[in-house]
Every structure is written in C-alpha cells, then in structure tokens.
C-alpha cells in the first residue's frame, strides 16, 4: 500500500470512529486515493457513499445529508475549479450552521505557483472566513511508506475536522475544509505491508445514549425556564448574546416573541413553551416543527394591517433565530419606541445595526417570567382568529403558488419533512400555515437563501431520513439545480415527491418594486427571466418521474401519496396573477381587523 492510499484510508477510517457515515464523492485523479478508501468502508458497511458528477450539487447534497440528522456529512473533491464549486454550499452551511467536511484533494505544496495542471495556491484557503476550521495537510514524503508520525497527524486531524464540525468546542456547527495533498501513486499498489500505526482501528464501542448525545448538540433553550441566554451547559462561555435595543424598562408587559429559522428544528417547539409561559403571543416563520399550536396564524398579515399594529404594537420584541422572509417583521422591529431583544442563535453574526447596549455572553440570569399585560395578548389572539377565519373564507385562488402552497401543508402526510426553495414557494407558506393539524418538520436553505442547490438539498434531506420526504419550489430553482437530477445507476436514490409551482420565470420579483405596474416596460427580460422550458423532458431526460397536475384536488391526491422514489410534480401558475393575489389578501386581513381598532392605553 503506497503512502497516499495509507493516509486516505486513515483519514475515512477516523472519520468513520468519529461518526461520520454518509460521504458524496465527486470523481477526480487526485482525489483518487480518498474515493478508494471511502469505497472499501462502504463495503465494509462503515457509511453510505453517495457519487456525484456535479461538484456544485455534491455540496449541497452533503449540506442536505447534515442539516436535520446535525451528523457531519463529508464531500470528497479532486483539486483546482472543482474545489471552488463547492463554495456556495460552504457559505450556506456557514450562515446556516450546519455540519459539513469538505476533504478536497490538492498537488503537493511545493507544485503550487509553477503552472502545474489543475494547481492554484488559492485552494488551502479557498473558503476564508466561512470555516469553523481548516487545515492543509502537507504531501506524504516520497517513500514506499508513510512517515513516522505521518499517519498520526492524518488522524488527529479528521478527530479535529470532526469535533470543530459539531461544534464540541463551545463553538457553533458549520463547514470545516481538510485540504490534503497526495503524490502519485493515486491508486492503490502491491507494496508490502504498511506499519502498525497506519493499520484502520476498530470503531469504538459506545452506548446508544452517548451515540445519540454525540449526533446533536446542546438544544437552543435547554433552561428556558430559567434564562433567556444559558444554553445547555452553562460551562459554554459562548453561548448566545443577548442583544438589547432601547431601554428594557418600556413597556416590557407587552412583549412579542418572533422566532425565525433556528439551526435546528427540534428547538422550535422549546422557544414556544417558553414564550407561553410568559404569557407573550408568538408570530414564527415556518421552520420547524408543525403543528403551530399556540403561535399566532397568520401572524406577519396582523403586521400589515397600520390603523390595527398602531393600536397593539408592542412594547418588546424578542427574537430568536434569524428572520429573513417578512418585511412587516423587519419593519417592526424597526419601529420607534419599541425595545428589541435578540437570542443570537448563530454566532457568526457579530453586530446588530444600532443596538444601544450589548450583553457580554455567557451567563445572564434574568427571570424567567416578568410583568405581562393579559388583556394585551388575549387582542393578538383574538385578532388572529379573526383574520384566519377570514382567509379561510376567502381562499387563494387556483392555480396560484399560495394555493399550491395550502394544498401542500393540508395534505403531505402526517410526520412528513417538507424542504421549502427560496423565493416564492417559501413565502407562500409562510402565509398559509395556520391550518396544518398533522405532524410536520419544515426546513429550507435560509444561511444565504439561494436558489442555488435547493434540489440537491432536497434530496440529501431525503436521504438522511426516515420521513416521507417533499419539496416546494419554484421553476426557476428547481432548474438552477435541475443536476441534482443526475444520479447514476449505482447510488442510493431517495424517495422524494417535489413539487414544483411552474410560473416560468422570476415569480417574486412581480411582488417587489420591479413588479410595480408604472415599470412594466423593464420587467420581463431582466426581472421576469421567461425559459420556456419543458419541465416533462427535462424529467424524461434525468429519468425522473413528472406529473402534470391541472387541479387542487389532483395535487392533493399526489402528495398524499407516500413518496417512491424520485417524483416531479409541476403546477402551471399565471405570474401576472401574483400581485394581485397578495393584495386581495392584505385586503381580506384589513377588513378582517377594521373593527379592532380601540385606542391604546
């Protein structure tokens, strides 16, 4: 065995210890080594290895693979440009907080800056600041063996690779970049046997109850009860800042809690009870766990309404999680007089635009309770009824993506994983969430919120769980990742039903200010993006199975059905109708509230 294919096989074989077990490798000669070796562990039953021609869709495939399970996926990539196209996916882990390896295989050091084929000294440091942790691990010296104390630096960097990944170190989860350098022999050779030290361990035998205690990390309000900033382990120093706007004096009885994508789902359902125990309403973006019960329906629609907010503004807000989808919320928290306070639940944010006082971190023991104004939240509660009873009775029409988006909730099965694209299809959701009375977990790319990878991550989703598994998004992410698509006859395929709203082109630029009717004119080459493409024949060419659905109830019956295998399911919407839509319903939720308009006190 020649020294590369010794360290690539030490390398997996510690990753594997450590607990990874689902790895995309995208094919390459350097990185050949490292493909050897995640192989024979796959045989070997060690981990699931996913293959991909497409580094771009791996990434995210791998971002998928961690996102829900919170385990580390790694993606394996040769070197040069392949190693770049990862970098979209690194920046949503990143800003997503999600578990990622990237092991890119590289020349050795001393061919960078001589011209050598697919070499560029740019690599080692490729990502920059978007790493929890990075290391360049030099070329294995030109011997028929690895060198004393080689193989120990390999494994003592994957062990690290992984722990920096999860977040062990009192740090946050995110992507971590093993750049490894290979001479040839890439492939593996008769040579005699290779030194003790460089032999695969055994995995290390652990209970289920530290397996498990390893696979996630500490829940985002683990004391809730106690403090609003203590997360797990008062031990972690680093735990999330409070971040306080305004003088926490006024009016704190009328506080509002707002929740947005948190790094993991499952901490969701903690953030309410918390918030209910206090007594204070909660307006919450659609990730996570479902269903909703005690969070306001409709909540971001009660924002829109003027003569209604000006009445029942709060006085504190307090957010957790980061809100990326509403601009009535970014707006209130924006409004004068009102104090904000955020849980910062990722770490890498490292300023809030005007904050007046920053809390140090760490331990901040404040109450779990406080003054409340009963008869203030009881108006949220009750203007929420008031609008959901009225969107009820005037529902979207169809074909529209919010209607498209109704059907979905109702009717994907209960304990189903539903991954919302950018852009629309997730907006629309957000609006429609009131209704769903089955178990449900909702989560979407929001690090970033590209459209970039949606389908790959999808899938990866898929994969990794053992949910029935769906998808929403639109035509144009959908085709933007429409490679993912592209799974060879010999990889692990996922079951998965993806439902795609087709309004051929860039649906929610018609809700901003392109979409604005004075600018008509200039919208529909740059902003509109007609592609014309045939969704079926793409389908037929990837061999995926499409469906045409024309009605509410075709749809519903489609994603009712338990995914098998990999199903396109394409709506035809009218882009023209978007706008129009979203006004009627800002329409319906004013009237629905023109009564609730007593002076504030």
Not at 223 to 242: H, I, M, Y
Not at 526 to 543: I, K, N, Q, R, W
Not at 547 to 568: F, H, N, Q
Not at 581 to 595: N, S, Y
Request: glycine share 10%.
């Amino acid at each position: 065995m020649n020294p590369s294919t010794a360290l690539a096989t030490v390398l997996v074989d510690q990753l594997v210890r450590c607990g990874v077990r689902e790895v995309v490798v995208c094919p390459g000669s350097r990185s050949a080594p490292l493909a050897y070796a995640v192989q024979q562990a796959e045989r070997e039953g060690r981990l699931r290895m996913h293959v991909r021609v497409d580094e771009r869709s791996a990434g995210f495939l791998a971002l998928g693979l961690a996102k829900l399970s919170r385990v580390p996926a790694a993606v394996v990539t040769t070197s040069g440009t392949a190693v770049a196209n990862l970098h979209p996916a690194v920046l949503e882990a990143h800003h997503g907080v999600v578990p990622l390896l990237v092991l890119s295989a590289d020349r050795p050091a001393e061919l960078r800056g001589t011209g050598a084929n697919q070499t560029t000294a740019a690599q080692p440091a490729m990502f920059g600041d978007a790493l929890r942790w990075s290391v360049d691990l030099p070329a294995p010296r030109a011997t028929p063996e690895p060198a004393v104390g080689e193989t120990g630096r390999w494994r003592s960097a994957a062990r690290q690779a992984f722990g920096r990944a999860t977040g062990d170190d009192s740090a946050e989860p995110g992507p971590v970049h093993l750049n490894l350098q290979f001479r040839e022999p890439l492939v593996p050779t008769d040579e005699p046997t290779w030194p003790a030290e460089t032999q695969p361990q055994a995995p290390e035998e652990t209970s289920d109850e530290t397996s498990e205690a390893s696979q996630r990390p500490a829940g985002l309000l683990d004391d809730v009860a106690r403090t609003l900033v203590v997360v797990g382990d008062p031990a972690d120093d680093v735990a999330r800042t409070l971040v306080v706007v305004g003088d926490p004096a006024d009016d704190v009885a009328r506080t509002l809690v707002v929740v947005g994508d948190l790094p993991d789902a499952r901490d969701f359902t903690r953030v309410v009870r918390w918030a209910h125990s206090n007594g204070w309403p909660v307006v919450a973006e659609p990730f996570g766990t479902h269903p909703r019960e005690g969070v306001v329906p409709h909540g971001p629609l009660l924002l829109t309404v003027p003569g209604w907010l000006d009445a029942h503004a709060p006085g504190r807000v307090i957010t957790v999680g980061r809100l990326t989808l509403s601009r009535p919320v970014a707006a209130l928290l924006r409004r004068p007089g009102t104090t904000v306070e955020a849980v910062r639940t990722h770490r890498w944010i490292e300023s809030v635009p005007g904050v007046a006082r920053t809390h140090d971190p760490g331990v901040l023991d404040l109450p779990g309770g406080g003054p409340t104004d009963p008869a203030w939240s009881a108006a949220w509660d009750e203007a929420a009824a008031l609008v959901a009873k009225a969107v009820a009775d005037a529902p979207a029409p169809w074909p529209s993506g919010r209607a498209v988006a109704q059907a979905v909730l109702e009717h994907v099965p209960s304990g189903a994983t539903l991954f919302l694209g950018s852009s629309n299809g997730v907006r629309d959701v957000d609006l429609a969430t009131s209704g769903r009375v089955a178990e449900l977990v909702v989560t979407a790319n929001r690090g970033l919120a590209g459209i970039d990878g949606c389908v790959s991550t999808a899938l990866g989703v898929a994969l990794a769980g053992d949910r029935p598994a769906y998808a929403l998004m639109g035509d144009l992410t959908f085709l933007h990742d429409s490679g993912g698509l592209t799974i060879g006859p010999h990889e692990p395929r996922p079951d998965l039903t993806l439902v795609v709203v087709n309004d051929d082109g860039g649906g929610i630029f018609t809700l901003l200010e392109p979409g604005e009717p004075a600018r008509a004119a200039d919208f529909e080459r740059v902003f509109g993006t007609p592609t014309g493409t045939d969704l079926a024949a793409l389908c037929v060419a990837h061999g995926v199975r499409h469906r045409l659905v024309a009605t509410s109830g075709a749809l519903a019956a489609a994603v009712a059905e338990p995914p098998d295998g990999i199903t396109v399911v394409e709506v035809r919407v009218d882009r023209a109708g978007h706008r129009a839509d979203r006004a009627r319903l800002h329409e319906v939720a004013a009237a629905a509230l023109e009564p609730q308009r007593p002076e504030r006190r």
